[in-house]
């Protein structure tokens, strides 16, 4: 059966980091686009960060450009997602989703991802 299981979320206080981690089971993710995508309560989905197959091209939210980095290691079929400088307004259920796909472009765009995570919470909070 193939998953993605999101771990690494939790309660951190502002200024705080995080790492969370996106584990494949039942394919191989070196072939897939992976990104990260948010939700707060009351919120749209939204996306946060992506990465190509090859890791050769990546894609960031405004709102986290320059504290977030995503990374990939394909050895691991594991794909993470560095967060410093956390701020309130990151709190969030964090979603990891991947799509098949070569070409080496990514744009956060949720309805171009097929596999979804059942999420992890970050909470940024003092």
């Known amino acids: 059966q193939s998953q993605l299981v999101e771990s690494g979320g939790g309660l951190v206080q502002p200024g705080g980091s995080l790492r969370l981690s996106c584990a494949a089971s039942?394919?191989?993710?070196?072939?897939?686009?992976v990104g990260w995508f948010r939700q707060a309560p009351g919120k749209e989905r939204e996306g946060v960060s992506c990465?190509?197959?090859?890791?050769?091209?990546?894609n960031y939210a405004d709102s986290v450009w320059g504290r977030f980095t995503i990374s990939r290691d394909n050895t691991k079929n594991t794909v993470y997602l560095q967060m410093n400088s956390l701020k309130p307004e990151d709190t969030a259920v964090y979603y990891c989703?991947?799509?098949?796909?070569?070409?080496?472009?990514?744009?956060?765009?949720?309805?171009?991802?097929?596999?979804w995570g059942q999420g992890t919470q970050v909470t940024v909070s003092s």
């Open positions: 989703t991947a799509v098949r796909a070569v070409s080496d472009v990514c744009r956060l765009r949720k309805d171009e991802f097929v596999h």
């Open positions: 039942g394919f191989t993710l070196a072939a897939y686009r």
């Open positions: 990465i190509s197959s090859s890791g050769g091209a990546t």
